[in-house]
C-alpha cells in the first residue's frame, strides 16, 4: 500500500510563503513524476507543478516565477516552495506520484494539505 505523507499547509498573508513536502513509500526507482495538484472550492482539480525522475519541471501559468517545485530523490520526497502566495492560491494541495512498473503506470494522490491566504 503506497502512502504518501504531506505537510507544510497553513494560514498565511498574501505576499508570504508556504513550503509544502510529500514524501511517498514507495521504491524510488518506480518514480516517474512527482508534483503538486490544488482545488479550490466550486472549482475542478488542477496542476501546479509537477518534476519527472529526470528532473523536468511544470508549471500551472498561474504560478511561474513564484513557486518552485524540487525533489530529493534519496528521501522520495517532492517539495514545493510558494513564494509571492496570493488569495488565489487558496486551495486544497494534493501531493501526486506516477509510478511506472513493470510496464504499467499507476498514480497515487496524497490526503491534501490546506493552504489558507488572507488578504
Known amino acids: 500500500q503506497v502512502q504518501l505523507a504531506e505537510s507544510g499547509g497553513g494560514l498565511v498573508q498574501a505576499g508570504g510563503s508556504l513550503r509544502l513536502s510529500c514524501t511517498a513509500s514507495?521504491?524510488?526507482?518506480?518514480?516517474?513524476?512527482m508534483g503538486w495538484y490544488r482545488q479550490a472550492p466550486g472549482k475542478q482539480r488542477e496542476l501546479v507543478a509537477i518534476?519527472?525522475?529526470?528532473?523536468?519541471?511544470n508549471y500551472a501559468d498561474s504560478v511561474k516565477g513564484r513557486f518552485t517545485i524540487s525533489r530529493d530523490n534519496t528521501k522520495n520526497t517532492v517539495y514545493l516552495q510558494m513564494n509571492s502566495l496570493k488569495p488565489e492560491d487558496a486551495a486544497r494541495y494534493y501531493c501526486?506520484?506516477?509510478?511506472?512498473?513493470?510496464?504499467?503506470?499507476?498514480?497515487?494522490w496524497g490526503q491534501g494539505t490546506q493552504v489558507t491566504v488572507s488578504s
Open positions: 518534476i519527472s525522475s529526470g528532473g523536468s519541471t
Open positions: 501526486y506520484v506516477r509510478e511506472y512498473y513493470s510496464g504499467y503506470f499507476r498514480q497515487y
Open positions: 514507495i521504491e524510488s526507482s518506480n518514480i516517474n513524476a
